[in-house]
């Protein structure tokens, strides 16, 4: 079905279009850039278990709780509670998702800024010859505090999005995501393979692949679960909204099994990208390095550089990872979107405009604060953002999604609105368990771990 002037909502075209989109909206920056960053700073391998275990757990449970809520109202966040609680409270648990989408993006779409101008940067031909960890590093810090290009990248990136979203479902987020989410996953695969064929790889490979649990603490556990929310879009309404265009026919079981799945093998070639070109990189000392936010962007350049047809990869790599920051801030706009066309009644187009300016102007303070200006810097806005929205308030959405399904709207009707497309769901005892106890079991001690730390 598509879009029409009395049907502005609009629907995926097919199951495997879904499963792209969403794909696309999970697999971004969150893989790309957040992934390794994490690792880095808490503990290498220890992280990447616990990252995996929690998707697999509490990730696809809470992915298949919002693709359900989100199937059976056909609404945005707020219309979700609404609809089930209709002149209850909970609406307001919508508008906490709203906002916390429109934060994310704004810093987020810093990190796509940055993205964008790698791609110019590659064209312009600066990762030609030998680029050392140094030179790579310079190239980083010089762009990230230029304030004008930066506020200019972050511009780029906000109109392409709104644009975007202003066409819809179908015309806009289906038709790339389709054509582009394929091609990155190719070129991830061979860059991968480039990366453990280099020379004095083994160490970055045994950091990232060879648990030391003496790492192991409440933070990697914090991070990790957080980590799961934030590379597949949830505790926010994202796969809420996603789900809202799924047809009533289409297996929601398999489609969160491939999200999850696609997203964490990106993930972890990314991974397998980073850390052995990092540490086959002279001077690189695998216990002292310093991770900064700018981790991938100064190790990509290293191996792009080491490439025969580098230059041509890296115009390639920066363009693809851009379209899968793309596809990310898209998702992330739609769900504001879709709350003021659904509930407000108001056109796409302006929707769209609305959200996208405000979010641009919020996007400020945080491209800024990577060294453009030094109060902001101080203050380590970007950072604390990702903090606050990218790990709290996500798990915080995730437990309402658990609390709200099990105990308002029930887990019966969860599982009868999955049954209509997917009649055998193998693992229903299983993701039943873990809806009712062990994700909000595991959110509430996470999240009672960091205030405690944060207070104490
Ligand atoms: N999942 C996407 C990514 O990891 O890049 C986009 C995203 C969604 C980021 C939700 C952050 C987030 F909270």
């Known amino acids: ?40 700073k808490n503990g290498g391998a220890v992280f990447v278990f616990t990252y995996i ?39 307001y648990a919508g508008y906490v998702a709203l906002v916390t989408c429109v934060c994310i993006l704004s810093y987020y779409g810093v990190i796509a800024g940055w993205a964008f101008g790698y791609f110019y940067k590659t064209i312009g031909g600066m990762f030609r010859g030998n680029i050392t960890w140094d030179i790579s590093d310079t190239i980083f810090k010089n762009f990230a505090s230029n304030p004008l290009e930066i506020v200019f990248c972050i511009f780029i990136i906000m109109a392409i999005t709104t644009f975007v979203i202003s066409k819809g479902v179908q015309g806009g987020i289906e038709r790339w995501s389709k054509i582009l989410m394929p091609v990155l996953f190719a070129l991830i695969l061979f860059l991968a393979i480039r990366a453990i064929t280099l020379g004095g790889a083994q160490t970055g490979i045994s950091y990232y692949l060879l648990p030391d649990l003496s790492k192991m603490d409440p933070n990697v556990f ?25 047809g009533k026919r289409d297996n929601l079981v398999t489609s969160a ?46 191996v792009i550089s080491k490439i025969p047809g580098g230059y041509l990869f890296g115009i390639l790599f920066f363009f693809l990872l851009l379209v899968a920051a793309l ?12 709350y003021f066309i659904d509930e407000k009644r108001w056109p796409r187009k302006k929707a769209a405009l609305l959200v996208g300016i405000v979010t641009f ?23 604390s953002m990702d903090l606050v929205f990218g790990n709290i308030m996500l798990a915080v959405g995730g437990l309402i999604v658990c609390v709200f399904l099990v105990y ?5 009707n969860a599982l009868q609105e999955i049954s209509l497309g997917s009649r055998g769901f ?5 993701w039943v368990f873990n809806i009712k106890f062990l994700a909000p079991v595991v959110i509430i001690i996470i999240l009672f771990f960091k205030i405690f730390n944060a207070i104490s």
């Open 1 to 40: 079905m598509g879009e029409s002037i009395t049907d502005p909502r609009g629907t995926w075209g097919s199951k495997l279009a879904f499963i792209f989109a969403a794909s696309g909206s999970a697999i971004g920056l969150g893989s790309m850039w957040r992934f390794p960053l994490m690792v880095g």
């Open 53 to 91: 275990i929690s998707v697999f757990f509490i990730g696809f449970t809470i992915m298949l709780a919002e693709l359900t809520l989100g199937r059976r109202t056909q609404k945005n966040p707020v219309g979700v509670f609404q609809t089930i609680k209709p002149g209850s409270s909970w609406k």
């Open 222 to 246: 914090f991070f990790g679960v957080g980590q799961a929310f934030y590379s597949l879009s949830l505790g926010m309404g994202i796969m809420m909204t996603y789900g809202s265009y799924i």
């Open 257 to 302: 099994g491939w999200v999850c799945f696609s997203t964490t093998l990106v993930a972890f070639l990314t991974g397998i990208i980073i850390f052995p070109a990092l540490f086959a990189t002279p001077g690189i000392n695998p216990g002292e390095f310093e991770v900064s936010t700018g981790l991938m962007f100064q190790v990509f350049p290293i």
């Open 327 to 338: 596809t990310s801030t898209i998702s992330l706009l739609e769900v504001p979107v879709a």
């Open 361 to 383: 102007a919020l996007a400020i303070p945080s491209g800024l604060s990577v060294g453009g200006v030094k109060f902001l810097t101080n203050w380590k806005f970007l950072i």
């Open 408 to 412: 308002l709207w029930r887990t019966q």
């Open 426 to 430: 193998k693992l229903k005892s299983l």
